[in-house]
């Protein structure tokens, strides 16, 4: 991710990651932002990508693809996820790539993991965001009708949906609903993905993990919090 001005959505999921136990972190983005990631998390390893091609120099051992946050939706952000959607590895998807996937009709061949706010979810399904919200258990479950795999509509009280079993996060505060929140719930759950869990326990654990860690961060206040407060919390609530 990380498209044009938005290489921050890539850093906070790089970081997440990183504190959630991922042992190596990559991260592919535009040629301009290589120095931007790697001077705000040095321990991740950063690919220029120039037109949206997978970069020869990327790790071929990738457990887990984590894409669109900040991907941006023009030619380079297309390619980039045409490309690692033929990759026979799991993808924890949000954003961008989820317009993407609706507007180009891109097909889904390998396990994943999908991650629409209420917005997102909306335009998926073609209906408004206060349909969404009336009635949040159908939208998770007409989602998964959509595009399969597991369904995590974000918001207070977070759904999880993988097509048999439901299941709602009771962590979580107000402070949290800021931008950046859901680049870093990216990072979380691939980070999960990566280390061997099943897709829909990682879905379930990375939102209540994030949620606590949320909690944590906020202390109390309902405002004035950063995305970046909760990755700073996340190892304590991991290890806890």
Not at 15 to 32: C, M, N, Y
Request: glycine share 10%; aromatic share 2%.
């Amino acid at each position: 991710g990380g498209n044009r001005g938005m290489p921050g959505a890539v850093i906070l999921a790089a970081k997440a990651a990183l504190r959630s136990g991922a042992g190596l972190v990559s991260v592919v983005t535009r040629p301009e932002h290589i120095s931007a990631v790697a001077s705000a998390c040095a321990e991740a390893t950063v690919h220029g990508s120039v037109n949206g091609e997978l970069p020869e120099t990327l790790n071929p051992e990738i457990s887990c693809i984590a894409i669109g946050t900040g991907l941006g939706q023009d030619a380079w952000a297309h390619r980039l996820l045409s490309e690692s959607a033929k990759l026979d590895i799991t993808m924890v998807l949000d954003a961008d790539a989820l317009n993407l996937i609706t507007d180009k009709n891109i097909q889904l061949t390998s396990l994943h993991i999908i991650t629409p706010h209420p917005g997102e979810a909306a335009r998926l399904l073609s209906v408004s965001s206060a349909d969404i919200q009336n009635d949040r258990y159908t939208a998770a479950k007409k989602l998964h009708e959509l595009l399969a795999g597991t369904v995590v509509l974000k918001g207070s009280g977070t759904i999880v949906f993988d097509g048999d079993q439901l299941k709602v996060c009771p962590f979580g505060n107000p402070a949290m609903a800021v931008a950046g929140m859901g680049d870093v719930l990216t990072g979380v759950i691939a980070a999960l993905v990566a280390q061997g869990m099943e897709i829909n326990r990682a879905a379930a654990a990375g939102v209540c993990l994030h949620a606590m860690a949320g909690d944590k961060a906020a202390d109390g206040h309902d405002r004035g919090m950063l995305a970046s407060d909760v990755i700073n919390q996340l190892q304590s609530v991991f290890c806890s």
